[in-house]
């Protein structure tokens, strides 16, 4: 191994939060210059209404990863920080579940295969089988897991031996119609990301377009959340919206909902692989 090799650069980001006080962004500054960080990028959010204080840091340096959490170690101590430290770029390794509908997954999977989107896909799941020959395409294996009510709990069971088995870091639901129990929600808290073909808090249920275009509506969108017991509740990560109007068709609203959908949910796992969305509560921060 030669000098050069020896000495290259390494990328982290570092996320935090904790009680706001003084002095946290000149400890959490000293603490990476003492490891020999250069900070490529720095983001800070006091809450005060919850007095909580939330910071992404990029750094480069040439220190180890074990190192560097040795330097953080003391400032972590004497600010009671939440904190992670995560490898810049590193692929975060996500298990798509789908049923039928192809639109998001098979953008997810596009942009994981052009390099635009930094996860692994180890596997897909579905609890049907017309996406078999999209995971084959892209050379990802295929897990058909059916789900009854009688059946349900066992193939929960399934698909959390799945997740510790492959070593899953992200679930996305990339229109996975089917309501994940209590117990799988708080299983995959933080970690489950699930895309709403609406607008919450509007037209949850069946055929959303269709209510809204019963409805009138100027506006329809999606919303990518976080899994949580609370159906279709979670903290919300990323919405878009787009103008309709009475000329469209419900076919037309339909179809122009797809996009978005794909788009939102493609946008909120980028930036949770990316580590830039901290949970505040029911809430989020989103550093862009």
């Given at each position: 191994?030669?000098?050069?090799?020896?000495?290259?650069?390494?990328?982290?980001?570092?996320?935090?939060?904790?009680?706001?006080r003084p002095g946290i962004v000149h400890a959490v500054?000293?603490?990476?210059?003492?490891?020999?960080?250069?900070?490529?990028?720095?983001?800070?959010?006091?809450?005060?209404?919850?007095?909580?204080?939330?910071?992404?840091?990029?750094?480069?340096?040439?220190?180890?990863?074990?190192?560097?959490?040795?330097?953080?170690?003391?400032?972590?101590?004497?600010?009671?920080?939440?904190?992670?430290?995560?490898?810049?770029?590193?692929?975060?390794?996500?298990?798509?579940?789908?049923?039928?509908?192809?639109?998001?997954?098979?953008?997810?999977?596009?942009?994981?295969?052009?390099?635009?989107?930094?996860?692994?896909?180890?596997?897909?799941?579905?609890?049907?089988?017309?996406?078999?020959?999209?995971?084959?395409?892209?050379?990802?294996?295929?897990?058909?897991?059916?789900?009854?009510?009688?059946?349900?709990?066992?193939?929960?069971?399934?698909?959390?031996?799945?997740?510790?088995?492959?070593?899953?870091?992200?679930?996305?639901?990339?229109?996975?119609?089917?309501?994940l129990s209590d117990k799988l929600c708080r299983h995959?808290?933080?970690?489950?990301?699930?895309?709403?073909?609406?607008?919450?808090?509007?037209?949850?249920?069946?055929?959303?377009?269709?209510?809204?275009?019963?409805?009138?509506?100027?506006?329809?969108?999606?919303t990518a959340h976080y899994v949580t017991a609370a159906?279709?509740?979670?903290?919300?990560?990323?919405?878009?919206?787009?103008?309709?109007?009475?000329?469209?068709?419900?076919?037309?609203?339909?179809?122009?909902?797809?996009?978005?959908?794909?788009?939102?949910?493609?946008?909120?796992?980028?930036?949770?692989?990316?580590?830039?969305?901290?949970?505040?509560?029911?809430?989020?921060?989103?550093?862009?």
């Open positions: 191994m030669n000098s050069r090799t020896q000495h290259a650069s390494n990328g982290f980001v570092l996320t935090l939060s904790c009680a706001d500054a000293g603490a990476l210059l003492e490891a020999g960080c250069n900070i490529t990028d720095s983001q800070q959010y006091g809450n005060p209404d919850t007095g909580t204080f939330f910071m992404r840091v990029a750094v480069e340096t040439t220190t180890t990863f074990t190192r560097l959490r040795e330097h953080l170690d003391s400032v972590a101590g004497q600010f009671a920080l939440n904190w992670q430290l995560h490898r810049a770029g590193a692929p975060v390794r996500t298990l798509i579940l789908a049923s039928k509908a192809a639109h998001c997954i098979n953008d997810l999977l596009f942009l994981q295969r052009s390099g635009t989107l930094p996860i692994e896909i180890p596997a897909i799941v579905s609890n049907h089988r017309d996406l078999e020959p999209l995971a084959d395409f892209y050379g990802i294996p295929f897990y058909y897991i059916p789900v009854t009510p009688e059946t349900k709990a066992h193939a929960e069971d399934q698909l959390l031996e799945l997740v510790t088995r492959l070593d899953v870091e992200l679930v996305v639901l990339a229109r996975y119609m089917q309501v995959l808290e933080g970690r489950a990301i699930n895309i709403h073909h609406s607008f919450l808090p509007s037209f949850k249920g069946a055929k959303p377009y269709h209510q809204a275009h019963a409805r009138g509506v100027k506006i329809i969108g999606a159906l279709d509740e979670g903290p919300i990560i990323e919405q878009e919206v787009i103008r309709v109007d009475h000329g469209h068709s419900v076919e037309k609203f339909v179809s122009m909902g797809r996009a978005v959908e794909a788009r939102t949910l493609a946008q909120a796992v980028q930036w949770h692989a990316e580590h830039r969305v901290l949970l505040d509560g029911h809430r989020t921060v989103v550093f862009d």
